[in-house]
């Protein structure tokens, strides 16, 4: 089978930045000129599904662009894979309230703002405007240092900015973070200086990703009381991939010449295979890469096209990268020299009959279509846990016909491709989306322009593959792993290592056609079903001549017949990028399946049909192509399908399972689909490389110290929520959306129990005081809630405090102020707990031993609802 013809489309979004909502982040100069410092509401418009990361953008982007907007405002164009190129009127959309976010920022040696959420994960700190206030001037001295705020230097503010593209929240730790164990205590001075810290080497490495970011540049501008706090922040952001990554000449040679460590067998050379082995060879393993194909890239793959004196490198996989601000890939090609060209806005749509569509209609659809969108995020809210099992498409079927506009053939045809284009960027069928959590990852889009790479990103994939031990035409059929290690089986040879890492796509995975002794757990087998793993091909054709014009590089064309509403529903224009004209048409949805058994020839007769239908009109031209390739991804058996995506009954959740390890650390997991912020993406999947590289050094370095990890339940987010879920199902104390357990045994008031506090939807007619000084927590809250329906925190007490707290009235407001403002304790993410709770739950779980729940239902037994306005 020629792997040519089995390429598939990977980026989850379409072509252009879309719904282009400015989230204007004020940043203040250290003297402000207050003449010219326009409101920080004034320019921004926000976002109901508000993102966490809006990114500044220190990586590569288009020398076109420019910032319109006075110094201290950053303009910031965040993406949505739900929406196509063009801009959004800020008219059709409906603003939720403006947040401010502070950096908790110092005054005498003190800490202003509030960081109510410290430990928990950025995506419960959603935001649609960040304040970032910063201190230029030197703490007053106290007597004890470590008790300051240190200045490393005026910049932090900027600093901030540069953490946030690369998805760190601005005030408190990741979970991956926390688990890394970067700081004893979480909270207080210590994270404020650390996260400084981290932010000035990250910012410090982006102004030149060329060279090799030491330790030893920053003994100088940190405070030798917090050398300590360097040495956390710097080996994390090594070890994580986050700085001194690459194929930078400084970063290349610090790959060991003879390697010193284990055996790793990495099984697949796509974009998370090839990150990861370079990683891993960084830190001294030895590894071998087996891939199935005669060539490295996987789903990324750039075929060279050419007849008579034309030539032109056509993406037949991964085209496009979603995002510059922030992605590694960006920096990849930075590291390069290759500059990246902007998909323009531009993108006319043309009638089944050729004829352009009037843009007056093409508007009004186009807002009625996201009008029918956001009340499917409304819905979702309002069914709860329930909307798990409806699927998108049920819901915007059922309002176009309550609530939809469309009167005449041609706007449900403009419907329709408006369907076709989330059927593309989701790889999926709306009908087999999840109403509930299709759109999970919107929160962590990467900002920026959407850019092809010149000549193709099988640029990055040969650079990147380069000293690379690959083995091809390797197709594993089996893989036994244990506590001694690995066998990794291709045909009939043996791959023996200590770890192994299966990249392969979860095409592959659903198939079964690779057998792991012992069987996978039943939880990860059950995620791999759940999950699911779409479709979209590509006809790719290259012309005597360019006839459709270098003015835009997107056009579509819309069908009458629903059925078939994602066949040849957008093309792309490489002509400016490929070094030759040439045009890619895309097939998606229910068309990408039947274009799997479409003759060739006929697929190219019906494309060369709509182009003629549009451009012979206008007295243009259409030549036969001079070659012509259509990718078969559903067929390729390396694939089996393009990307990921959550499928009816699935969520983010499973993401997170597919990337968990085997087999007590020797066997992990990578590629898009083990990603829950960046699935479906080239630089998810480069991104999920470099993440188990460490993970995997990780283990490699607890064996050889001898030292057991030990699975409790703050290391494992599944068995985590699993296991406090089942314990809170049956609360010892429970009190409006505040419920307690703890052992009965130990009836000490200085005994610790577990709080946690259920935050729901609002209720009709709540109202919260304008003037609380837990708002900011509030806002953030109900922000997070608008993604996930229901949101659990936790925090550690004593018996005594819990006492006290189901003693305060007022309602669940009053509680919260009580709690975070009078004991001043902080609420965090289910994996936030840390291992100083692990002993009370074990100690909880094993008091209950079997006993039965009586109740099945995570819904609070009585009480109020938290209200949140």
Known sequence: MDPSNQISEFSSFPPLPLDPLQYTI??????????????????????????????????????SNHNPYPDHFLSLSIPRKRRRGRPRSAATFTPSQNQVFQIPHTSNGTINGNNYL?????????FAKLRIENSTSATTAVPDISDEIIVINKEATSEALIALSAGFPADSLTEEEIDAGVLSIIGGIEQVNYILIRNHILAKWRENVSNWVAKEMFLGS?????????????????????????????????????????NVVVIGAGLAGLAAARQLMRFGYKVTVLEGRKRAGGRVYTKKMEGGNRTAAADLGGSVLTGTHGNPLGIVARQLGYHLHKVRDKCPLYSVDGKPVDPDVDLKVEADFNRLLDKASKLRQLMGEVSVDVSLGAALETFRQVY???????????????????????????????????????PYDMGGDHCFLPGGNGRLVQVLSENVPILYEKTVHTIRYGSDGVQVIAGNQVFEGDMALCTVPLGVLKSGSIKFIPELPQRKLDGIKRLGFGLLNKVAMLFPHVFWGTDLDTFGHLSDDPSRRGEFFLFYSYATVAGGPLLIALVAGEAAHKFESMPPTDAVTRVIQILRGIYEPQGINVPEPIQTVCTRWGSDPFSLGSYSNVAVGASGDDYDILAENVGDGRLFFAGEATTR??????????????????NMAHYANARVMRIKIERSPSKNAHSCASLLADLFREPDLEFGSFAVIFGKKN????????????????????????????????????????????????????????????????????????????????????KGLGPSADSVIASIKAERGNRKPASTSLALKSGECLELS
């Open 26 to 63: 004020f940043v203040p100069h250290s003297n402000p000129n207050p003449n010219n410092n326009p409101h920080p509401s004034s320019n921004t418009n926000s976002n109901p599904i508000s993102n966490p990361n809006p990114n500044p953008n220190p990586d590569p982007v288009p020398s």
């Open 118 to 126: 410290a430990g928990a994960s950025s995506s419960s700190t959603s």
């Open 222 to 262: 940190v405070p030798s009381h917090c050398h300590i706090l360097l040495d956390s922040a710097y080996n994390f952001l090594v070890t994580h991939g986050y700085v001194n990554f690459g194929v930078a000449p400084a970063i290349k040679e610090k790959i060991p010449t003879e390697p010193s460590k284990q």
């Open 404 to 442: 939809g506009d469309a009167v005449n053939a041609e706007e449900m045809n403009l419907f329709n491709w408006h369907l076709a284009n989330l059927e593309y960027a989701n790889a999926g069928l709306i009908s087999k989306l999840s109403l509930a959590f299709w759109d999970q990852d919107d």
């Open 677 to 694: 912020r960046y699935p479906a993406t080239m630089h998810g999947a480069f991104l999920s490389g470099l993440r188990e590289a460490a």
């Open 747 to 830: 009836s000490d008031p200085k005994s610790m129990v577990i709080l946690r506090v259920t935050f729901t939807g609002p209720r009709k007619g709540s109202k919260l005081d304008q003037n609380h000084s837990n708002k900011l927590l509030f806002q953030q809250l109900e922000s997070h809630f608008n993604h996930q329906q229901q949101l659990h925190i936790y925090t550690l007490l004593s018996r005594q405090q819990a006492l006290e707290l189901r003693e305060v009235r007022g309602g669940d407001d009053m509680r919260l102020n009580f709690l975070c403002e009078k004991l001043g304790v902080k609420l965090v993410a289910r």
